[in-house]
């Protein structure tokens, strides 16, 4: 059996004029991969960075695609690695505006939903891989409370509901380096094809194992 894999990627958002999750995921459109005795296909998804409309949309094409992963891709400038996000909270509170002019402050996500969903990635698995081929990457606590945060409780709160069960989860991927270098406090940057191969490597340890890894996640967010 072909598992579907879902990838999704923010437009850009805060004046910006690209969004490496974006470019990143948009590459792997029509991937078809094997690892093992595991066949997948990715179906690649822009999302709106718009509180509201951002979980409308991931909601429904996820009902549409019916996939066996979802993993949702956001920017987090400034930090250096490919962030494996481990928790999603049911808070939105916005420190500058979303694209649709909103700023949510200390407001639920779901008012029916629990405090936090955990990740259902192999989070530390991924990771590992990620350091195996020389990638920067650790595991992070804090998705933040933008819209990416948003989001991720989003699609864990959905997956929670489906009849089959569905691996879900979300990854904060740096800068690229022609942001950074527009940018006079010189945050840090990857290069997208190391992004990319990031990404691709998060979706092989996912489909093709069943269990985490039991080690320390180098965790540093």
Known sequence: MIKTVLLTGFEPFNGASINPAWEAVRALEGWEGEVGEHRF???????????GQAIEDLVAMVDELHPDVAIA?????GRP??????????????????NGGQQPVDAAIAADGP????????????????????????????????VCNHVFYGLMHHAARQPQPMKAGFIHVPFLPEQAAARSDAPPSMALDDIIAGIKLAVEVTVSIEADVRETGGATH
């Open 115 to 146: 405090a936090a969903y955990f990740s259902t990635l192999p989070i530390k698995a991924i990771v590992r891989a990620l350091r195996e081929k020389g990638l920067v990457a650790g595991v992070s606590q804090t998705a933040g409370t933008f």
């Open 41 to 51: 296909r990715v179906e690649v998804r822009q999302l709106p960075c718009v509180f």
């Open 73 to 77: 891709v956001g920017q987090a400038g």
């Open 81 to 98: 690695d490919i962030s494996v996000e481990r928790v999603a909270i049911n808070v939105d509170d916005a420190a500058i505006l979303d």
